[in-house]
Structure formats: C-alpha cells, structure tokens
C-alpha cells in the first residue's frame, strides 16, 4: 500500500518562501511522476508541477520562475521549493504519485499553504 505524506506548510507573507516535502511509502514502481496540486477555497484542484523518475519537469504557467520541483529517487521524496509567494498561492496542497506501469494515482492528504498580504 502507498502512502504520502506532505509536510511543510504554514502561514508566510508575500514574497517570502516555502518548502514543501512529500515523502511516498510502498512500492511506486521504478517509473513513475511525482507532482504537487492544489486547490483554494471554492475552486477545483489544479495542477503545479510535475516530475518524472528521469527528472522531467512540467509547470503550470502561474509556477512557472517561482516554483521549483525536485526529487530524491533514493528517498521516494519530492519537493516543491516556493519563492516570492502571492496571496493568490493560498490552498491545500496535495502530493500525488502515478504509478505508470499500472496506471494508479496515489494522493497525500494535503497540507495547506497560507499567504497573506
């Protein structure tokens, strides 16, 4: 069975940084994609970044220059390094790691991320 957990998350101002970890459990296969969403209050979960076990990354335009995604393979651990935060970045932030072989999302159970003006 697969667990993430997520930690990291707090309460920071505009513009300041955090860094948020998600460390997965169990088996999630040699080929897989790590990647960090989010969802804010009253919207849909959406997408930030993606990382595959090779280290190819995606980002989601309003990512893009402030986040980075980064991932320790040894650890079964991905980071989401967040700079010059906007109140706009506040919501729950989730973990998920699909497994490709098998085609299963496996999700953390958040943790949330507060910017305040």
């Known amino acids: 069975q697969v667990q993430l957990v997520e930690s990291g998350g707090g309460l920071v101002q505009a513009g300041g940084s955090l860094r948020l970890s998600c460390a997965a459990s169990g088996d999630i296969g040699s080929f897989n994609v790590m990647g960090w969403y989010r969802q804010a209050p009253g919207k849909q979960r959406e997408l930030v970044t993606t990382?595959?076990?090779?280290?190819?990354?995606n980002y989601a335009d309003s990512a893009k220059g402030r986040f980075t995604i980064s991932r320790d393979n040894a650890k079964n651990t991905v980071y989401l390094q967040m700079n010059n935060l906007k109140p706009e970045d506040t919501a729950v932030y989730y973990c998920?790691?699909?497994?490709?072989?098998?085609?299963?999302?496996?999700w953390g159970k958040g943790t949330l991320v507060t910017v305040s003006s």
């Open positions: 998920k790691v699909r497994r490709i072989a098998y085609a299963m999302d496996y």
């Open positions: 990382i595959t076990s090779s280290g190819i990354t």
